[in-house]
């Protein structure tokens, strides 16, 4: 039996809705997501031209994230217009405010012949400041079962001209389930800068009886990212390492005050027991399922090891460093250098910049010395952004 053109389309739509919710549930970046909800919106309705706002409660506005559309460059006008930034008040006065504080979807479906007793109209200034023409507009509510509307799609010019009322109904559930997935993003946003602010803080906490705190962790958290990228690592790996990278010494928390602030050169006993926060930091860091904390286990343990084996704590050589402690090596040894410490004056950049160069293959790994070199640029100027430079 052949299908219906009717149901030949309902089923080609029931098959983009169904990809559409797969491939969002997947995704977890917020930008990533909010661009592929615009798209897969305008793609179940045949909208030549969309944007999604969030609510900003506070602020009292509707918040445009993503504009999309067929028929010009829609980001090149936003680019020359504060529209973009700024948002849209929340209120009726607008189609989109209309839905997000009615809940309601709002179909136009010639915008030039709207009811004047509605409390919403059609502002033309984008359209006279692009180019682009407007005809029909489906305004749908992006609504949370719990929050409430939390944003809205604005979706403009199908190619039937208007927006077909089985679409409407379909599109509506797309953004029932959309705002459920958004919502869980935003929590799982949240609880990950809560897990990496603490992670922070847990490095600034080993490193508070030494010195220069809060502005060390940050220096060797953008050097390392800096010479990770030079090296060729992916941004993700650059991303763990500047987190992993904060807690390199926190080991330290366990050695003793009066070991960690003396102004002399160590004795061997005081220096034995020094060597003793790389194990201390692993076995603090150790037997997790975070891949943060494994890559931050591995930096500390093996971050004072040398390429030509005379580190410690274990005495490793070469690529039996792990890359990750290879890197946070130079740059913690860089930072050492040019910033006073307890046991010594800062040095000169240049002095230090001679040394670094002059361990190559012997302190330091050759490839992550050329990496650091290709990137000293970035590295002085982070420097310069979180302490003094000796020159």
Same mark, same amino acid.
């Given at each position: 039996m052949k299908l219906k053109i009717e149901d030949a389309k309902a089923k080609e739509v029931l098959e983009k809705l169904i990809n559409a919710v797969i491939n969002l549930e997947s995704e977890r970046e917020l930008s990533l997501f909010l661009d592929k909800l615009l798209t897969y919106a305008r793609d179940i309705v045949g909208a030549s031209a969309g944007s999604l706002y969030l609510i900003d409660a506070e602020a009292k506005v509707l918040q445009i994230e993503v504009c999309q559309n067929d028929e010009i460059d829609i980001n090149s006008f936003f680019e020359t217009t504060l529209t973009k930034k700024s948002g849209i008040p929340l209120s009726n006065k607008s189609i989109a405010g209309y839905s997000a504080i009615s809940g309601e979807v709002v179909h136009v479906p010639d915008v030039a012949h709207i009811n004047e007793k509605l409390p919403y109209s059609f502002s033309s200034k984008i359209d006279k400041g692009s180019g682009f023409i407007s005809k029909s507009i489906l305004s749908v509510p992006i609504r949370h079962p719990a929050e409430g509307v939390i944003g809205v799609l604005e979706l403009f010019n199908p190619p039937t001209g208007t927006f077909e009322s089985w679409n409407i109904g379909i =599109?509506?559930?797309?953004?029932? $389930?959309?705002?459920?997935? $958004?919502?869980?993003?935003?929590?799982?946003?949240?609880?990950?800068?809560?897990?990496?602010?603490?992670?922070?803080? $847990? *490095?600034?906490?080993?490193?508070?009886?030494?010195?220069?705190?809060?502005?060390?962790?940050?220096?060797?958290?953008?050097?390392?990212?800096?010479?990770?990228?030079?090296?060729?690592?992916?941004?993700?790996?650059?991303?763990?390492?500047?987190?992993?990278?904060?807690?390199?010494?926190?080991?330290?928390?366990?050695? @003793?005050?009066?070991i960690l602030k003396k102004g002399d050169d160590l004795s061997e006993e005081e220096w034995v027991i020094m060597?003793?926060?790389?194990?201390?930091? !692993?076995?603090?860091? *150790?037997?997790?399922?975070?891949?943060? =904390? %494994?890559?931050?286990?591995?930096?500390?343990?093996?971050?004072?090891?040398?390429?030509?084996?005379?580190?410690?704590?274990?005495?490793? !050589?070469? +690529?039996?460093? @792990?890359?990750?402690? %290879?890197?946070? !090596?130079?740059? +913690?040894?860089?930072? /050492?250098?040019?910033? %006073?410490?307890?046991?010594?004056? /800062?040095?000169?950049?240049?002095?230090?910049?001679?040394?670094?160069?002059?361990?190559?293959?012997?302190?330091?790994?050759?490839?992550?010395?050329? /990496?650091?070199?290709? *990137?000293?640029?970035?590295?002085?100027?982070?420097?310069?952004?979180?302490?003094? $430079?000796?020159?």
């Open positions: =599109l509506r559930n797309f953004a029932v $389930l959309a705002a459920v997935t $958004l919502s869980n993003i935003r929590l799982y946003d949240s609880l990950k800068s809560s897990y990496l602010e603490t992670i922070f803080k $847990l *490095g600034v906490a080993s490193e508070f009886k030494d010195g220069d705190t809060y502005n060390h962790i940050h220096r060797i958290g953008y050097m390392t990212r800096i010479i990770a990228h030079h090296m060729g690592l992916s941004l993700e790996e650059q991303d763990i390492l500047f987190h992993a990278s904060s807690m390199h010494d926190i080991g330290k928390i366990g050695i @003793p005050d009066s060597q003793q926060h790389p194990e201390m930091g !692993a076995k603090m860091l *150790g037997d997790t399922d975070s891949e943060i =904390l %494994q890559v931050s286990e591995k930096i500390a343990l093996c971050h004072h090891e040398r390429w030509d084996g005379s580190g410690y704590p274990k005495g490793l !050589a070469g +690529d039996q460093i @792990p890359k990750s402690a %290879q890197i946070v !090596a130079i740059a +913690d040894v860089f930072d /050492a250098l040019v910033h %006073q410490r307890v046991y010594k004056p /800062a040095w000169k950049v240049q002095e230090a910049l001679d040394y670094i160069k002059s361990k190559r293959g012997e302190h330091f790994s050759p490839q992550v010395v050329d /990496a650091f070199f290709k *990137g000293v640029e970035e590295i002085l100027a982070v420097q310069k952004s979180f302490g003094e $430079l000796h020159y």
